[in-house]
């Protein structure tokens, strides 16, 4: 089946620091992708849209500055996060979506662990 | 907006059946899904349903939809060790549109 790669499975960085989380398609073209974060015992909240060659739409609350988004290509979306802080401490998750394919053809990422001290 | 709530465990022994619930709130919900996510991995889509169906069922699961009352449902049968992990349900209002997670289930399954 299709496979989506993110990188790292966990990151610890130090408070003011950034991190960049990647998100691949390995074997399909994505033309949209999408970040969640979560939280324990609670649910994915979407953060993002990620389109390919094409600004990002950000849902209402997320800091399009703090959450830095770039889907350069059909393989690839990063998520920075700029200026960490320990609230900022969460469990990333990335989906894309198959091209042309609908939900059913969404593909989910292992996550990311970030911890900022 | 969109609220999809569900308990958060369920414990089951080995070989019952499993029924996890969740309720939602948009009535203009089209697609209604369930995912699981195993300890440290991506979600897998396990199943989805129209809203215009009632119920749906795949091998070991079934998927029953009360959109009266909003009220969706995963009947796990025989359930295995492998079926621990915490499972999602979500809605869309159409297959192109976003995906709104519930809290997620957490399902341990006792040998």
């Known amino acids: 089946g299709a496979v989506v790669s993110q990188h790292p499975s966990w990151v610890i960085c130090k408070s003011g620091t950034s991190v960049k989380i990647e998100c691949r398609s390995l074997?399909?073209?994505?033309?949209?992708m999408f970040w969640y974060r979560q939280f324990p015992k609670q649910s994915l909240m979407l953060m993002a849209t990620?389109?390919?060659?094409?600004?990002?739409?950000?849902e209402q609350g997320v800091e399009k500055d703090k959450f830095l988004i770039n889907h350069a290509s059909l393989t690839l979306s990063t998520l920075t996060v700029t200026s960490a802080h320990p609230e900022d401490s969460s469990f990333y998750i990335c989906?894309?979506?198959?091209?042309?394919?609908?939900?059913?053809?969404?593909?989910f990422g292992s996550g990311t662990q970030l911890s900022v001290l | 907006g969109e609220d999809v709530e569900q308990s958060l465990f369920l414990s089951v022994r080995e070989g019952d059946s499993s029924v996890i619930n969740c309720t939602y709130t948009?009535?203009?919900?089209?697609?209604l899904y369930w995912y699981k996510q195993e300890p440290g991995a991506g979600l897998q889509l396990l199943t989805y349903?129209?809203?215009?169906?009632d119920m749906k069922q795949d091998q070991r699961l079934t998927v029953l939809l009360n959109k009266k009352d909003k009220h969706l449902s995963l009947r796990i049968a025989d359930t295995q060790t492998g079926d621990s992990a915490i499972y999602f349900c979500?809605?869309?209002?159409?297959?192109?549109?976003?995906?709104?997670f519930g809290t997620g289930t957490k399902l341990q399954v006792i040998p």
């Open positions: 989906s894309a979506r198959d091209q042309g394919g609908i939900n059913e053809k969404l593909f």
């Open positions: 074997d399909f073209q994505a033309t949209t």
């Open positions: 990620s389109n390919e060659g094409s600004k990002a739409t950000y």
């Open positions: 948009d009535s203009s919900s089209t697609y």
């Open positions: 349903i129209f809203s215009n169906m």
């Open positions: 979500a809605e869309s209002k159409g297959g192109y549109q976003k995906v709104t």
